[in-house]
């Protein structure tokens, strides 16, 4: 069982989406969120558990019922509607400031010139942005409209590096691109690959204490073969071969 560990980086990470699409089940490219509430929604979700980022979400628009309104606000009671996020004094500039600019390049607030722009164009107007990196335009551009890009998060970097598609020390942003050199410019893989990998960081690979023995990926895993050996026969049988929905709900 040994040979999968020495697979090359590329063939381990085609490895891991091909056995993740099994374990996690292959998803729906329909976008989950509008663009709009992508972009600010993924802002505020910076070091914010989903419950307080959706809690801050729906309270930014209770309280001032459209981005008109949130655009118009003080700023400090923008800040105080979006309390339940890590940096509301932060944000709440910089959520004002990306609706200016969005409203007086386009008129509207929208995102979907982003549809027809080339990927590059569109990748660098968003990361232009005040706090919005390649992460939170890579969401935007593979989910709502299913350009080519790979968003990498703590969650994918931290499998990525422990199974062996990237190197110890390649970077999050560095991430980026070497694991889209690995896969096809396919939307639907990429989208895949993005949230299956999340969802195993979350839920499997956590940073303290991985779970490795239920673990899908023990097969090529570097980290697995450093910490219990070569997995064995009776080692792979015993593990689960799909999610098992009781063990939790699976977010983004
Ligand atoms: S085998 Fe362990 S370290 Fe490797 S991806 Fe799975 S949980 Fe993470």
Redesign the pocket.
């Known amino acids: 069982m040994t040979d999968a560990y020495s697979l090359a980086p590329a063939d381990k990470t085609w490895q891991d989406h091909v056995i993740l699409n099994e374990f996690f089940g292959p998803l729906d490219p329909a976008p989950r969120r509008t663009p709009m509430r992508e972009l600010i929604s993924t802002l505020l979700s910076h070091r914010t558990t989903h419950r307080d980022e959706e809690l801050a979400y729906d309270r930014m628009l209770e309280a001032f019922g459209d981005w008109d309104g949130v655009l118009a606000a003080p700023t400090n009671a923008l800040a105080h509607a979006i309390r339940t996020t890590r940096w509301p004094d932060t944000q709440a500039p910089r959520i004002q400031e990306i609706l200016r600019r969005i409203k007086a390049e386009q008129g509207a607030f929208t995102l979907d010139f982003l549809a027809d722009w080339p990927l590059e164009k569109g990748l660098a107007w968003l990361t232009d942005m005040p706090g919005i990196g390649l992460k939170t335009a890579s969401l935007v551009l593979l989910f709502n409209y299913q350009k080519p890009v790979l968003p990498v998060d703590t969650h994918v970097h ?2 990525a590096q ?2 062996g598609m990237i190197g110890p020390k390649v970077s999050v942003e560095k991430a980026h691109q070497v694991l889209l050199s690995q896969l096809p410019p396919d939307a639907l893989v990429l989208l895949n690959f993005h949230k299956h990998n999340y969802w ?1 960081g979350q839920h ?3 940073f303290a204490k ?3 023995p ?5 097969g090529i ?4 073969l450093e ?1 219990y050996g070569p997995a064995t026969e009776e080692a792979l049988a015993a593990t689960p071969t799909q999610w098992n929905v009781a063990r939790g709900e699976l977010q983004h």
């Open positions: 931290r499998v422990r199974v195993l499997i690979c956590f991985p779970d490795c239920n673990c899908p990926l023990k895993c570097n980290y697995y910490h």
